[in-house]
């Protein structure tokens, strides 16, 4: 998301590969979608380990929303498109504006941004508000809305807000903006593309609380076209360590709070996203619900751990092969192979 030419769709295409309209909805402002997989070095590991038939990454869908009529307003029907999504990423204007060729405010633009979530969400909970106070039975409710709407009065996104788990169900409904999680990615100029990110786009995506980097979509969509022999040059070339497109693919799953857990074998090495926090019979059922239906026990490796003894017998022997319960809460790079009987 973001504001109109701040390079959203360029960055939509870098991530993607693919190559939809810039500067431009053309079919009724229907947003972009893009499904990406999400880069990991532990499943090139264990492919290159097993020589697999089949090696599945995680992927995330990304969308590349229209950015409103004007610089600094979201219409309506954006707003709404918005609401569908899990997480968002405001791509802001760190060049000169191609139109008018005003100096980029990459600080003021996440301002803006911010504001126009938080009178967003202001409207539909005034709306909700003044509906509990006619109703009885509902009064936990309005004193919860009424907390948010607060919050909102003084510029706080509801992300920043701490709720109970009850709390959290009551207002999924509502389709709050400033409750979802929130990155901030500064599209800058080829000649800015090794700089690091604005201090002061830093230190605000730190008050926020909300991560923050700096890339170049032009560069990062011309890196995605080159044979890969031919990227380190490039990127060289241009001050570069490395593309920042696998940093920000990385950064959006971490947005979205999952981790992955991982299969191993012959047949497939694949990365299995979950929510952080998931029991292990919960990620069972990941795989197929007649495995969480019939789970008996998780066969456990941390993936360093097989790295570094070579197979689960070895790991069986030096004791980092454990049998786990339905309760155990999975860690990020497990590697688990389920006992089940159906």
Not at 4 to 23: C, E, H, I, S, Y
Not at 34 to 54: E, H, N, S
Not at 56 to 80: C, I, N, S
Request: proline letters at 4%; charged letters at 30%.
């Amino acid at each position: 998301m973001g504001f109109p030419r701040a390079g959203k769709t360029t960055v939509f295409n870098a991530l993607t590969g693919l190559q939809a309209q810039v500067g431009g909805y053309g079919d009724a402002g229907k947003p972009n979608l893009g499904t990406i997989k999400v880069p990991d070095a532990r499943i090139d590991r264990l492919r290159d380990i097993f020589q697999p038939r089949k090696t599945t990454y995680a992927e995330m869908v990304f969308v590349d929303f229209p950015g409103g009529e004007r610089g600094g307003v979201l219409d309506q029907a954006t707003l709404v498109q918005m609401r569908d999504a899990d997480a968002l990423v405001q791509v802001v204007r760190g060049f000169p504006d191609p139109v008018t060729q005003d100096a980029a405010h990459p600080a003021r633009d996440v301002e803006g941004f911010k504001s126009e979530l938080v009178l967003a969400d202001l409207a539909i909970l005034e709306k909700r508000l003044e509906r509990l106070r006619k109703e009885k039975g509902k009064e936990q409710e309005a004193e919860l809305v009424a907390r948010c709407k607060t919050a909102l009065e003084a510029e706080t996104p509801l992300r920043r807000i701490e709720l109970s788990s009850a709390e959290e169900r009551a207002l999924s409904g509502f389709g709050l903006l400033s409750r979802l999680p929130l990155m901030v990615v500064v599209n800058v100029g080829e000649a800015d593309a090794a700089a690091p990110l604005a201090e002061a786009v830093r230190a605000q995506a730190e008050t926020e609380g909300v991560p923050a980097l700096a890339l170049c979509a032009q560069v990062e969509a011309e890196i995605a076209a080159l044979d890969a022999a031919d990227r380190g040059g490039f990127l060289a070339d241009l001050g570069l360590a490395e593309s920042a497109r696998e940093r920000f693919i990385q950064a959006a799953y971490a947005l979205l709070d999952l981790i992955s857990f991982l299969t191993s074998g012959e047949d497939e090495v694949r990365a299995w996203p979950i929510p952080r926090g998931t029991a292990a019979v919960r990620a069972a059922g990941k795989i197929h619900s007649d495995i969480e239906r019939g789970f008996i026990r998780a066969e456990v490796v941390a993936f360093d751990d097989f790295v570094r003894f070579g197979s689960d017998a070895k790991c069986r022997e030096a004791g980092k092969l454990r049998l786990e319960g339905k309760d155990y809460v999975v860690q990020d790079g497990d590697i688990v192979h389920f006992r089940f009987n159906v």
